[in-house]
């Protein structure tokens, strides 16, 4: 039997966020493997990742602000490390050169976000 990666199982899942704001705060949630994670829009695309900050390991967000506020990096809320919202790559801080652990999702055309597996 085939698993079609791309195909939304929307009968056994809930989406991840169904209201992201271009540039505003980041949907948190858990991964089905116990793991903190987000999902924020950017410049039109969705981007996730795992909330595990390279630098401590800690949560990137504080109450889901991720993006700094400038707009253009996801700062870290607990040192201060920045983030290219698309790579995922640390740019500054004391994790440079680092990434963030990203996670496949799709958006549907109602504009909710799905985790792939
Ligand atoms: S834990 Fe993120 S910058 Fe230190």
Redesign the pocket.
């Known amino acids: 039997m085939t698993h079609d990666h791309t195909t939304l199982d929307t009968a056994k899942r809930q989406p991840i966020a169904t209201d992201l704001a271009d540039g505003g705060l980041a949907a948190t949630f858990t991964t089905p493997g116990g793991e903190s994670a987000f999902a924020v829009r950017w410049n039109g695309g969705v981007y996730s990742y795992l909330n595990q900050?390279?630098?401590?390991?800690?949560p990137?967000d504080f109450e889901g602000l991720v993006l700094e506020s400038s707009g253009r990096f996801l700062m870290?809320?607990?040192?201060?490390?920045i983030f290219e919202p698309d790579t995922g790559k640390c740019v500054g801080?004391?994790?440079r050169g680092a990434r963030l652990t990203s996670l496949a999702v799709r958006e549907a055309a109602d504009g909710s976000v799905w985790l792939i597996d």
């Not at 870290?76 to 490390?81: S, V």
């Open positions: 900050c390279p630098h401590a390991g800690g990137l870290c809320a607990r040192h201060g490390a801080g004391p994790c």
